[in-house]
C-alpha cells in the first residue's frame, strides 16, 4: 500500500490541476502523480441591462470629470453638506451680500484699541467678574493673515514674589473694525471664555451661550460673511 502527500498546482493556461505526490513512503515501487483535466469555467456574458447600466456609470464619470470644480468653503467646513449646498447656490447667484445686509445694516463704532479695551472689559465684569483683568485688548492686522484666526487669547504668568499672577491679552482681527457690533461681539465673547476655558469643548460653548445666546446663529453668520470674502466679495462695512 502507498501513502502520499500530495501538492495541488493549479496551471491557468491548460486549466489542468496536476495532483503531484511530494512524499512518497512506498514499498518499492514508484507510484505515478495522478492528473485530471477541469472544465472550463463558463465567462457569463453581460446582459442589455447591465451594458445599459455600465453607459450610464461612465456618462455620469464624464460628466464629473468635465464638470466645474465645486465651490470650495473652508469656513463652513464643518456644517451639514445641505446647509453647504445652499450656501454655495446664494454665494454663485449673488444673494450672500443683499441677506446680510438686511440683517445687519450697520457697522459697530468700537473703532480705536482704548474702545475696544472698554467694550471686552464690560462683557467680562458683566459674567467674568472673578476671571482676573485684562492687560491688553487691541485690534491686530496680522492675525487674519498670520495665525489664520479671528481673535486670540493669550495668557502669561508673570511672577510677584512668591505668587503668580496671569497676564490675559486679547487680540481682534483688524477686518472686524469695520463689522456689525453682533460679529465684534461673537468674536470677543469667544476669546473671553477661553480666559476660563482653553479647549473648545461643551463647557466651552455652553459659557459662550452664557455670555451671548445667539452665538451660535452669530458664528455661523460670520463664517458666512468669511466665505462671501473668499469668493471675491467686497467689504460690506468698510
Known amino acids: 500500500m502507498v501513502e502520499a502527500t500530495a501538492a495541488h498546482v493549479i496551471c491557468t493556461d491548460s486549466q489542468t490541476l496536476i495532483k503531484k505526490p511530494s512524499a ?30 455600465l453607459r450610464k456609470n461612465r456618462a455620469a464619470r464624464a460628466t464629473a470629470e468635465n464638470a466645474p470644480a465645486q465651490l470650495a468653503l473652508p469656513y463652513l467646513s464643518g456644517y451639514a453638506p ?12 449673488g444673494k450672500a451680500a443683499e441677506w446680510l445686509l438686511n440683517k445687519y445694516p450697520q457697522a459697530h463704532v468700537v473703532r480705536t484699541d482704548k474702545a ?13 467678574r472673578n476671571s ?5 485688548v487691541a485690534y491686530d492686522s496680522k492675525i487674519h493673515v498670520m495665525r489664520n484666526a479671528l481673535g486670540l487669547h493669550t495668557r502669561r504668568s508673570i511672577a510677584h514674589g512668591s505668587k503668580t499672577n496671569a497676564r490675559h491679552e486679547i487680540h481682534i482681527a483688524a ?4 463689522a456689525p457690533d453682533a ?3 461673537m468674536i470677543c465673547v469667544h476669546e473671553l471664555a477661553h480666559i476660563r476655558i482653553m479647549d473648545h469643548d461643551k463647557a466651552f460653548y455652553q459659557l459662550c451661550m452664557h455670555m451671548e445666546s445667539e452665538y451660535h ?5 460670520v463664517r458666512f460673511y468669511l466665505s462671501y ?3 471675491g466679495g467686497e467689504p460690506l462695512w468698510g
Open 24 to 53: 512518497l513512503r512506498s514499498s518499492g515501487r514508484d507510484t505515478e502523480g495522478l492528473s485530471f483535466a477541469m472544465k472550463p469555467i463558463p465567462t457569463p456574458k453581460y446582459s442589455g441591462a447591465i451594458t445599459q447600466q
Open 82 to 93: 445641505s446647509l453647504q449646498s445652499k450656501v454655495r447656490e446664494w454665494l454663485v447667484a
Open 116 to 128: 475696544l479695551y472698554d467694550y471686552v472689559d464690560d462683557i467680562r465684569l458683566e459674567y467674568l
Open 132 to 136: 482676573g483683568q485684562l492687560h491688553k
Open 175 to 178: 477686518m472686524f473694525k469695520q
Open 183 to 185: 460679529f465684534l461681539r
Open 217 to 221: 446663529q452669530l458664528e455661523f453668520d
Open 229 to 231: 470674502l473668499d469668493c
